[in-house]
């Protein structure tokens, strides 16, 4: 290294061997990062750990004394928080992994081939940052049509309202003068007629209008 700071990274680990956890914080600097850390190997000091601060990747052993990876596994997950989750050991067998990573581990390492555990890291923490991306796009189009929602049906309480106040009373008053003109006879219906013709020209004018809006 040429003395440079790393990229920081807030990296929970899960072992209960302290020398593989310097080992891997050894390959996580010669990888670029700057590790900022904490080593827990029981399920409530994992859980501990979790609600202490936000993590970037957890790194766990599949093996313990008290633990193991599975359920290390399980215990993130339950936080509903996306953290990429690598396993990182030196006693597990291929279908062993296998199931790990149908459970939701991202990728296993064997601790005789650290120098894999920077680019799985790298890819992690890429396809988390475009996991979360997704999410809050998603997020803001619903949030968009709610909004679109609300905004068309304001729109529809305010037609309904203008129908009733004023294309309403027109109809109301033109109605009135319609029935007036039937019990009205001779030259007196002209009058009538011609006001009520007036109202439906306004009616007419008014239903433009708002088909404009």
Partial sequence: ????????LRVLIIDDSKDDTLLVLREL???????????????QDLIDALKKQPWDIVISDYVMPQFDG??????VQKTGRDLP?????????????????????YDYIMKTNLTRLGPAIERGLNEACIRRERKLAIEQARTLSSRLLEVQEEERRNIARELHDQIGQSLTALKLMLTKAMHTTGSDTGPVLNEAQSVVSELIQQVREMALK
């Fill in 85 to 105: 989750f690598i396993i990182v050991s030196g006693k597990i067998g291929e279908d062993t992994a296998v199931k790990a990573m149908k459970n939701g581990a």
């Fill in 70 to 75: 599975l359920s290390a596994l399980e215990l």
């Fill in 1 to 8: 290294m040429d003395g440079k700071m790393g990229k920081s």
């Fill in 29 to 43: 600097k010669n990888s670029g990062y700057d590790p900022i850390f904490e080593r827990v190997d029981t399920a």
